[in-house]
T-cell receptor, first 119, second 112 residues
């Protein structure tokens, strides 16, 4: 099956620093990737849709200057949490929708998530 | 949640029993999907049911969809300890390739 690799799996940083999270599709191309945020024992909240070669589309209430998304290639999207604060501590998960021979999958494949802890 | 609710929020059963989880959503959908998440991990796709389908099976999984009530159910038959996880329903609105919005999830615990 399609594999999505997400790194790092865990990061601890000081308040005010920026943290970059990478999401890679290992064996398929993904023109679209999605970034989710999850609080403990809560649902996944869609933050933004990352489009290869264009600007990301952010969900209502998500600060685009706070959460920078770059989709530089068909296999890589990055999420940078800028000037992180303790309230940004959360579990961040990326997902991708494979495209094979111009057929795009309806289901998503997820990375294993990044636990961000801001001190 | 951005979409709807699952109930129960937590379910605890013995191995061999059936587990039923329900999901309600708010808007019209193109399809509804169920995902599983082990603690602290990403999600794994289980099954997809389209808006014009009423029931679907996959192994020990059975999904139903009632678009008039905007609800779906996931049944896991003959549960195993390894089924212990959180289960989420997710809906796609509008375009088939649109964004996926998740419900709150049900934490299932299966005791050996």
């Amino acid at each position: 099956g399609a594999v999505v690799s997400q790194h790092p799996s865990r990061v601890i940083c000081k308040s005010g620093t920026s943290v970059k999270i990478e999401c890679r599709s290992l064996d398929f191309q993904a023109t679209t990737m999605f970034w989710y945020r999850q609080f403990p024992k809560k649902s996944l909240m869609l933050m933004a849709t990352s489009n290869e070669g264009s600007k990301a589309t952010y969900e209502q209430g998500v600060e685009k200057d706070k959460f920078l998304i770059n989709h530089a290639s068909l296999t890589l999207s990055t999420l940078t949490v800028t000037s992180a604060h303790p309230e940004d501590s959360s579990f961040y998960i990326c997902s991708a929708r494979p495209r094979t021979e111009n057929v795009i999958s309806e289901k998503l494949f997820f990375g294993s998530g990044t636990q961000l802890s801001v001190l | 949640s951005q979409q709807g609710e699952e109930d129960p929020q937590a379910l605890s059963i013995q191995e061999g029993e059936n587990a039923t989880m329900n999901c309600s959503y708010k808007t019209s959908i193109n399809n509804l999907q169920w995902y599983r998440q082990n603690s602290g991990r990403g999600l794994v796709h289980l099954i997809l049911i389209r808006s014009n389908e009423r029931e679907k099976h996959s192994g020990r999984l059975r999904v139903t969809l009632d678009t008039s009530k905007k609800s779906s159910s996931l049944l896991i038959t003959a549960s195993r300890a390894a089924d212990t996880a959180s289960y989420f329903c997710a809906t796609v609105r509008g375009s088939t390739l649109g964004r996926l919005y998740f419900g709150r999830g049900t934490q299932l615990t299966v005791w050996p």
